[in-house]
């Protein structure tokens, strides 16, 4: 089975700019999670998205949205890029909820604002 | 507000040795606890999930012990190896209101085995 897979690994943008990741979770898993990782606050959760709907949200600006697709498919965006936004976005699956089943994640992807 | 602490954030250690990791909570209604491996520059392996009901779980080499009520976990690594060294992240999932629930991360204990 395959794992979770995010697009693209790398991106280099400047401040003022947007930017999209994607996430493709594992086949029948139907919740998506997002988080944002830096070396000084470590790992925080974004948001979760179960059958298309947003179910939980974590603690950051209006500028970080995200949105889930029919076949579980996820995507972020982050508007108005920031240098603080510089950080690896790690997406997790799982099968129905990351309260009860083990979430897995993805190989993440690198975000650097210039 | 959930807060999770990890001591010591980083551990070097003789190959073959065990070693243990720990993981601290604020607030013991949890709903599980889970601990996750993450090799740099890649993303998160779990390891171990323990419901709150649960006081140990094992896997291979690996136990993890859960004491709901004093907010305290730790991760015990039987004769450790070269391998084993990566970043170790334990992260509890509680209520955030609204009916959901929430994983916050601790920071993490970086480990190196020594050859």
């Known amino acids: 089975k395959a794992g979770v897979t995010q697009t693209p690994r790398y991106l280099i943008k400047t401040r003022g700019q947007q930017v999209t990741l994607s996430c493709s979770p594992i086949s029948g898993h139907r919740s998506v999670s997002w988080y944002q990782q830096t070396p000084g606050q470590g790992l925080q959760f974004l948001f979760e998205y179960f059958s298309e709907t947003q179910r939980n949200k974590g603690n950051f600006p209006g500028r970080f949205s995200g949105r889930q697709f029919s076949n579980s498919r996820s995507e972020m965006n982050v508007s108005t890029l920031e240098l603080g936004d510089s950080a690896l976005y790690l997406c997790?699956?799982?099968?129905?909820?990351?309260?009860?089943?083990?979430?897995?994640f993805g190989p993440g992807t690198r975000l650097t604002v210039l | 507000k959930q807060e999770v602490t990890q001591i010591p954030a980083a551990l070097s250690v003789p190959e073959g040795e065990n070693l243990v990791l720990n993981c601290s909570f604020t607030d013991s209604a949890i709903y599980n606890l889970q601990w996750f491996r993450q090799d740099p520059g890649k993303g998160l392996t779990s390891l171990l999930l323990i419901q709150s009901s649960q006081r140990e779980q094992t896997s291979g080499r690996l136990n993890a012990s859960l004491d709901k009520s004093s907010g305290r976990s730790t991760l015990y690594i039987a004769a450790s190896q070269p391998g084993d060294s990566a970043t170790y992240l334990c992260?509890?999932?509680?209520?955030?209101?609204?009916?959901?629930?929430?994983?916050?991360f601790g920071k993490g204990t970086k480990l190196s085995v020594i050859p």
């Open positions: 992260a509890v999932s509680s209520y955030s209101g609204a009916g959901s629930y929430q994983l916050t």
């Open positions: 997790a699956s799982s099968l129905l909820t990351p309260s009860t089943d083990t979430q897995y």
